[in-house]
């Protein structure tokens, strides 16, 4: 079992209060319906160098950066599928190459070093990223709670909402349950419009009239900054310095 996907399109964030959440909800309803997965806990093991160089390259905010991660939409078990995702984004563009494949299959190839299982345009893409960046290995994992909405009309536009953003540095297994330390204050929400082109009027005017903005939001980079400054880490880093 496996299968592919590309994306392209813009992905822009903003942070709501539960009153600003409620107030967009109510404008959706009759625009937007729940996806196919609906209200979901996702789980995200990110991939980087033993130095972090990815994180740190995209913290940099260059006009092309990229991400590896391995996703899944529950506790994944030995033949459920988790989702092998390339993300690179370029002059404010997202470009998403996606590999489906049971989670034993991943996570060999990933733990084991050895090709992906599947011959194809995105595994040869994702093949490259690894061999460019060398010795990859999970450097969080995130979890966080989503509802995702489509467009009622068929077309492209989605809204996500993702709440309980969660990171740990251990324990790095899509198969586990979701806990660890919050990225998100109480009673906050990650909005994310995700869209081949403009926004719809009618989320616009809303957005305008709630006194919503778009907010740079990165949660493996977010987490990453957390855990440099975390006692662990700092000392960590003191003694790697003192050798």
Not at 130 to 157: I, K
Not at 183 to 205: F, V, Y
């Amino acid at each position: 079992m496996s299968y592919q996907a590309t994306f392209k399109r813009y992905e822009i964030k903003y942070l709501l209060t539960s009153r600003q959440k409620d107030a967009v909800l109510q404008a959706m309803q009759p625009y937007m319906e729940l996806d196919g997965y609906g209200r979901t806990t996702i789980r995200n093991l990110y991939y980087d160098t033993d130095t972090y160089r990815l994180i740190r390259r995209s913290l940099e905010k260059p006009v092309y950066k990229e991400k590896l991660r391995i996703r899944s939409y529950q506790a994944a078990s030995a033949e459920d599928p988790v989702f092998v995702e390339l993300k690179k984004k370029y002059l404010a563009v997202v470009y998403k190459r996606r590999l489906v494949l049971p989670q034993t299959q991943a996570m060999a190839s990933f733990q084991q070093g050895l090709p992906l299982p599947v011959h194809s345009q995105i595994a040869d893409e994702i093949e490259y990223f690894r061999a460019y960046y060398g010795s990859l290995h999970p450097a969080v994992f995130l979890s966080y709670e989503r509802e995702a909405f489509r467009a009622l009309d068929g077309g492209e536009f989605r809204v996500t909402f993702d709440e309980n953003i969660l990171y740990r540095t251990f324990d790095l297994s899509l198969g586990s349950e979701a806990y660890g330390t919050p990225l998100l204050d109480d009673g906050q929400t990650l909005m994310e419009i995700k869209t081949a082109g403009a926004l719809p009027l009618w989320m616009s005017h809303t957005l305008c009239r709630l006194g919503v903005y778009q907010s740079s939001f990165s949660k493996y980079g977010l987490a990453y900054q957390r855990m440099m400054t975390s006692p662990a880490m700092t000392t960590q880093r003191r003694n790697s310095h003192a050798c």
